[in-house]
């Protein structure tokens, strides 16, 4: 009787030292000591840093301060009284889409360690006037001719600038859709072109009735 439960005892010593150890032999410390901390993997790990290309760099950093403008008009009409409740109601629209689309873009900037752009647009916008063939943006002059506009005026030559702007945001997302690499980036491009273009089909509209 002795004999069996010194060789039931010698058993489960065995068992509870094999379980200690993994299948080469090594001590698991995870097993013999719960204090040990678990490092854990995750396949929802954020994209990581390389998964974008230059394109999505130019993208983000020239979207920006042409997304920036955008929201500065919108704020002047916002601001002005006799303008057309269409209008105003476009107007806000724009604001309420760019100003997290900004930030959202800023984000990735950093995420990448790319620069960020300068907001006032640098060399995008002409002092001439509306750059119509390139990216949209408006001069000093435009935008002045815009604060100094009232009601009906306004009303006209928002929509006119918005509609250029539009149509320079389009080239430019259209841009990022062929040569992006950043799935986010070339959805957001990709919304920005369905977006815009309903809103420029939008204002024409309200142009005729003006």
Known sequence: MKHARALRAIAIATTL??????SDGSVDTAASDPSS?????????????GDHN??????????????????EMSDIVLAKDGVDERVLAIAQQVKDAQGPEITQMQGWLEGWGAEMPDMSGGMMGQD??????????MSMQDMQSLQDADGAQASRLFLEQMTAHHQGAIMMAQAEVENGQAADAVALAEMIVSTQQDEIAEMTGILETL
């Open 17 to 22: 030292t094999l379980a200690a150890c993994g």
């Open 37 to 49: 901390p678990t490092v854990a993997t995750s396949s929802d790990a954020a994209t990581s840093a």
């Open 54 to 71: 230059e394109a999505d760099v130019m993208f983000a950093q020239s979207m920006i301060p042409h997304h920036a403008q955008a929201v």
């Open 128 to 137: 001439g006037g509306m750059d119509h063939s390139t990216n949209g943006m």
